[in-house]
């Protein structure tokens, strides 16, 4: 029997940062939690753009300057919420029909005055049709939003000095 409805991916970590913090870490320093690796341009990427407003995108700009822009923000609520699409299709390439792409929304919970739960919930996946689940395996798979919130992690207690 064949799934045709894909389970969202959840995933959830505590950061050693107040509410506020965590969030902007997490949108201000994209960059450094994408790891350079995941690129789908023909050149090495220089860096990760997240741009922090309903309407913006998350993109790649390469060495050369080209752009690979991958997700676009549908909700940004700081210091508590943000909802990014997942524009990348089952063949690892740019999805360019938003009927056929999938959400991630990142929820940030104050634990206590120095700590934040991070939820990730990426849903929808099924959306990306014929070889949905290769985009679900990869995302919940060890290179995927796992290797992302270890990065930032990393990337918290980095900034805390």
């Known amino acids: 029997m064949t ?3 894909a ?12 509410l506020e913090r965590a969030f902007a870490l997490f949108t201000e320093r994209f960059d450094a939690i994408k790891p350079r690796e ?7 990427i220089a860096e990760t753009v997240f741009e922090p407003r309903v309407g913006g995108h998350i993109y790649d700009r390469g060495e050369d300057g ?12 700081p210091p508590n919420r943000v909802v990014f699409t997942w524009d990348i299709n089952g063949r ?10 999938s959400e991630v929304e990142v929820r940030f919970t ?27 395996a990869g995302v919940d798979g060890e290179g995927g939003w796992p290797h992302y919130l270890q990065r ?9 000095g």
Do not use: F
Not at 66 to 73: E, G, I, L, T
Not at 152 to 160: K, T
């Open 3 to 5: 799934q045709t409805k």
């Open 7 to 18: 389970e969202p991916v959840q995933l959830q970590i505590v950061v050693n940062a107040p």
């Open 38 to 44: 995941h690129n789908l341009l023909a050149v090495p």
């Open 66 to 77: 080209s752009v690979c822009r991958w997700a676009r923000v549908l909700a940004y609520e």
């Open 92 to 101: 690892w390439e740019i999805e360019t029909d938003p009927d056929k792409t």
């Open 110 to 136: 104050a634990e206590d005055a120095d700590h934040t739960r991070v939820e990730l919930e990426h849903r929808h996946i099924d959306r990306h049709g014929d070889g949905w689940e290769a985009v679900r």
């Open 152 to 160: 930032y992690l990393e990337a918290v207690d980095e900034a805390r």
